[in-house]
């Protein structure tokens, strides 16, 4: 489609003598795309051909530009081309020098348009004395891009700008776009079926995004690999207990033949291992008694994800920080990197005093993060670590809304298993008792007394060694003293019923308790996080003993100012 684009005259004057300037004036950039290497005859006034290179990056324009036999000048070579796009019009000037006389052509270029892959518009040149008018064309090079389908699926590919086209029928197409351009290919897979990933020259843009960029600096050959089996879900979250569960797929082509097979020992398949159409794959899932663990199935090509999850308690520190997350997976209390610790970029940037929770939020075993920003709750339910909205993850829009300064607690209430939400403000605390993410009065837990009075005091949760039921219980950590409510009815009973450490902590101004299970006994106990140091109680006595009893890292979290610890398992 040719794209038209208005242009003001505009006589450019020289910078100095024996100077040459080229202006594109005034071009209206609606879409327009001046990039490539071009070349190309000026009509009219003799004034020879023009090589040139012109690079459009946002709103910049650069390049070179080389004259032919032009009047009254001879020859300029590598004249700097530069020029901006600002709204919708772009104005460009190439300088250069004029060989072998001195003595200067100004040349100004109008009406100006693009079609495909050629330019057209007129132009004024003027010499010493002397002026011509007339018209240019100039032509792009070209590379060939050619794409090719591999897969037992079918699906479309186009690109952008247009020239490749390929129906769910074709196997394969070409197209010539201009050199060093950029070109986009998009897959879309037929009804029923799935796109799995580009590959050869393609294969940078791997198997998560349907669109592919190509930077045409040379010939390109891409593939689209395509499935005729697309599945209902691509993962599975289970208990560490042994279980059974199944995967729901449908097709795209008939007829579409499958096998599924499992990658992992552990997962044995049961049902449904090969097919022909629409099926269903059973699986079987052994008992976990080790770390959470990962293993796939593969069906067609397509790669269905299970994760088991741990009965182990043992807690691993991380550290919250503007919406990125950082855990010590190795358990070496330093920060060793993305290769063997585990950052998460972005999981509540930009939310307005972000506060981290981790919990297991489906009752899988699985230890999983989230946020809690001013009563809304935000759950990383797939566990990859970022927001991929409220279909995928879970949002509470309102639980803690309008207690300013609420501190988000979750916990295992009731002991039934998994972890549900609460808050603690000025000492009073609101449990969500039945899971349902917002507050019913009656049907929940309000504890209207644990922490009043102590200002600044934040809440802490666990099943407290001595007590009583399987439940998760309250506490409050206050200037360096532990509270701890062992008898589980929300009340400070005093220190022969429930718990009270007079000392760890005390003197690290500033200081954030930490509970976690630091020797993988089962046993929650207290720590604390101060500046990036920790401090833990290994032994269980509510006392700082020292690193030859207790454990202290000295360095996870330095210099992150208000970073929040959390503990992960």
Not at 367 to 392: A, C, H, K, L
Not at 525 to 534: A, L
Not at 544 to 555: E, F, I, P
């Amino acid at each position: 489609m040719i794209k038209s684009y208005r242009s003001l005259y505009n006589y450019c004057q020289p910078f100095f003598m024996a100077s040459l300037i080229f202006c594109f004036t005034s071009i209206n950039a609606w879409g327009a795309d001046f990039s490539g290497i071009w070349s190309g005859t000026w009509y009219s006034g003799g004034l020879g051909t023009v090589t040139g290179t012109i690079n459009q990056n946002g709103n910049t324009l650069s390049g070179t530009v080389n004259v032919y036999g032009t009047a009254d000048c001879g020859n300029v070579y590598d004249a700097t081309l530069y020029g901006s796009v600002v709204g919708d019009v772009a104005t460009m000037q190439a300088i250069g020098w004029c060989t072998p006389i001195q003595s200067y052509v100004q040349i100004s270029f109008a009406n100006a348009y693009v079609s495909g892959n050629s330019m057209y518009g007129s132009f004024q040149a003027c010499g010493p004395g002397v002026c011509y008018t007339g018209t240019f064309s100039l032509t792009a090079s070209t590379q060939l891009l050619s794409i090719a389908k591999t897969g037992s699926g079918q699906g479309t590919i186009t690109s952008s700008p247009t020239g490749i086209s390929c129906n769910s029928l074709c196997s394969a197409s070409t197209g010539n776009f201009r050199t060093n351009g950029y070109v986009t290919l998009t897959a879309s897979a037929s009804i029923g079926g799935s796109f799995l990933g580009w590959g050869s020259d393609c294969s940078i843009c791997g198997s998560t995004q349907s669109a592919c960029t190509v930077n045409m600096n040379a010939a390109k050959f891409c593939t689209a690999n395509f499935s005729c089996v697309s599945l209902v879900a691509t993962y599975a979250t289970l208990p560490p207990t042994g279980s059974s569960s199944t995967i729901t797929l449908g097709t795209s082509t008939s007829p579409c033949s499958w096998t599924a097979t499992s990658n992992a020992a552990w997962i044995t398949i049961t049902g449904g291992s090969s097919g022909t159409g629409n099926g269903t794959v059973t699986y079987n899932v052994a008992a976990n008694t080790g770390a959470v663990r990962t293993g796939t199935i593969t069906i067609a090509g397509q790669t269905f994800t299970v994760i088991q999850g741990t009965t182990s308690t043992l807690g691993k520190i991380g550290v919250f920080w503007n919406g990125s997350w950082y855990f010590d997976m190795n358990g070496s209390g330093t920060w060793n990197g993305a290769g063997q610790d585990t950052v998460y970029a972005d999981f509540g940037k930009g939310l307005p005093n972000a506060i981290p929770v981790v919990g297991d939020w489906d009752n899988t075993g699985i230890v999983r993060i989230g946020v809690y920003s001013e009563g809304s709750w935000y759950f990383d339910m797939n566990g990859n670590g970022q927001w991929d909205g409220p279909t995928i993850d879970r949002t509470y829009a309102d639980f803690g809304k309008g207690l300013t300064g609420a501190i988000p607690v979750v916990g295992n209430w009731e002991g039934t298993g998994g972890t549900r939400i609460g808050v603690y403000w000025n000492g009073h605390w609101y449990l969500d008792r039945n899971g349902n993410g917002q507050w019913d009065n009656a049907a929940d837990i309000n504890y209207p007394d644990f922490g009043v009075g102590l200002t600044g005091a934040i809440p802490v949760v666990g099943n407290w060694a001595g007590s009583s039921g399987t439940g998760d219980k309250i506490g409050v950590f206050w200037n360096g003293k532990w509270y701890l409510d062992k008898s589980g009815n929300g009340a400070w009973d005093g220190i022969s019923t429930d718990s009270h450490y007079p000392d760890f902590g005390v003197g690290l101004t500033g200081a954030i308790p930490v509970v976690g299970d630091w020797t993988g006994s089962g046993s929650p106990r207290i720590g604390v996080y101060w500046n990036g140091s920790w401090y833990f109680d290994m032994d269980g006595n509510g006392a700082w003993n020292g690193t030859s009893t207790d454990r202290n890292y000295v360095d996870f979290g330095k210099g992150l100012t208000g970073a929040w610890p959390v503990i992960m398992r």
